[in-house]
């Protein structure tokens, strides 16, 4: 008889099923933003100009998809150079994944909602607080894995990895700042997420990664 093999409590197992899982769930997710674009509301039209004023109607749709979209694959590339340094997880790790992939499944639903009540504060900050709760459990994801001497990562230094946790910080600031200016100020507030750079550069002291280093370049940080 073969004798199964006891785990400790801290086992930790390979990376693969749950690089699978997370890459399968967004890209189900990023695939079906695309349903809440219909040609229904362009039935009607029977000339170039009538088409024309259909599709600038369906404007907020189409913008609240593209946001979306390109957050989502953004937030997926990230998940993908993770995982070039996380050579295995734990069970800690596993919940917070699951908790991202949460968020990661609710934002066709969030982007509806931005798309068809953009009008409403509610409506406006859903969606920024759906893409707020998959930054911040990446970010979770990440410091576990990056903690001191969790084995879970290979290939970045003790310092390089603490700048990779400084770094990771920026998109949950940027995120929550999202937040608090969407009721005023609508999709404009996505804008902030591009002074991403800007920020992480601030948090880590104003030190750039060494000249042909590729250890934090791209960053490792949150969905």
Do not use: K
Request: glycine share 8%.
């Amino acid at each position: 008889m073969i004798r199964r093999r006891a785990r400790p409590r801290t086992a930790t197992v390979s990376t693969r099923r749950l690089e699978a899982f997370t890459d399968g769930v967004f890209a189900i997710a990023a695939t079906l933003l695309v349903l809440d674009l219909t040609v229904n509301d362009l039935s009607g039209a029977t000339t170039d100009a009538e088409l024309w004023h259909g599709l600038v109607g369906m404007w907020p749709s189409i913008s609240s998809f593209a946001i979306s979209f390109f957050l989502l694959c953004l937030l997926w590339s990230i998940h993908v150079r993770q995982f070039e340094y996380i050579v295995h997880v734990d069970g800690t790790m596993l919940v917070l994944n699951t908790l991202r992939l949460f968020g990661v499944v609710l934002i066709p639903f969030t982007t509806s909602l931005d798309s068809r009540f953009g009008g409403l504060a509610l409506g406006q900050t859903l969606l920024p607080v759906n893409f707020f709760w998959v930054v911040l459990f990446g970010y979770l994801l990440w410091l576990r894995a990056a903690a001191p001497g969790s084995g879970l990562i290979e290939g970045l230094s003790p310092v390089e990895a603490a700048r990779s946790r400084r770094d990771a910080l920026s998109a949950v600031i940027l995120g929550a700042i999202v937040v608090i200016a969407a009721p005023f100020i609508g999709s404009w507030a996505f804008v902030a997420y591009a002074f991403d750079s800007p920020l992480s550069r601030l948090l880590s002291g104003g030190v750039a990664p060494p000249a042909g280093s590729d250890a934090l370049e791209p960053d490792p940080r949150s969905e």
